[in-house]
């Protein structure tokens, strides 16, 4: 999980992504990756428009990975950005367990991005949370601006076909989901 397991190589400063790093005085693509997992995890004003994420110093799993895919990209090295569906629960995302047992669920399918890079996952926004994905149920590949719709579109089908196998309404299913979301926006 750690920015290690990424390349190394210097940022190309005469390109848009480059040049924005070098703005601030980082030349190296682990650089990057250490600036953007050291801000604050937010979303910004357009959940899909990963290019915010320096602007607004902030970002989520879906921006803050799709920003460094395309600054890999960008450099000619090839970064993967991966979509995975995990069941989420207290143990790997603790502050939804309150919601989840108001709700009479153990856990709900959530989406979560991530790079991976040579057969190692590096998930620059779970660091120090106290909970970590053991398994995911679902993992493909994605595009940097597959993070909005696409996102949104592919988890709704994960939970409604998850849902409908345990009997549950999927409706409800993603409500509680939307609650275990904001539970955690508060903490």
């Not at 602007?55 to 989520?60: A, D, K, P, S, Y």
């Not at 989420?88 to 979560?112: F, I, Q, S, Y």
Request: with cysteine.
């Amino acid at each position: 999980m750690s920015v290690g397991f990424l390349p190394d190589f210097a940022l190309n400063a005469s390109l848009p992504l480059g040049g924005r790093f070098a703005r601030l005085e980082i030349l190296d693509y682990r650089g990057a990756a250490r600036h953007v997992r050291s801000l604050p995890y937010g979303r910004n004003t357009d959940r899909s428009a990963w290019r915010l994420v320096l602007e607004q110093e902030r970002g989520t799993c879906s921006t803050k990975h799709a920003l460094l895919a395309e600054l890999a990209r960008e450099n000619g090295r090839r970064v993967a950005l991966v979509l995975g569906v995990y069941e989420m629960d207290e143990a790997n995302t603790p502050g939804v367990g309150a919601v989840l047992k108001h709700n009479g669920l153990r856990r709900v399918p959530e989406a979560h991005c991530y790079l991976a890079y040579e057969g190692a996952r590096v998930d620059l926004t779970r660091q120090g949370e106290g909970g970590h994905i053991q398994r995911f149920l679902h993992e493909e590949e994605i595009e940097p601006r597959q993070i909005g719709d696409y996102k949104v579109a592919a988890h709704k089908r994960f939970v409604r076909r998850w849902a409908e196998e345990r009997g549950l309404d999927p409706e409800r299913v993603w409500r509680v989901r939307e609650e275990c979301i904001a539970s955690l926006a508060v903490q």
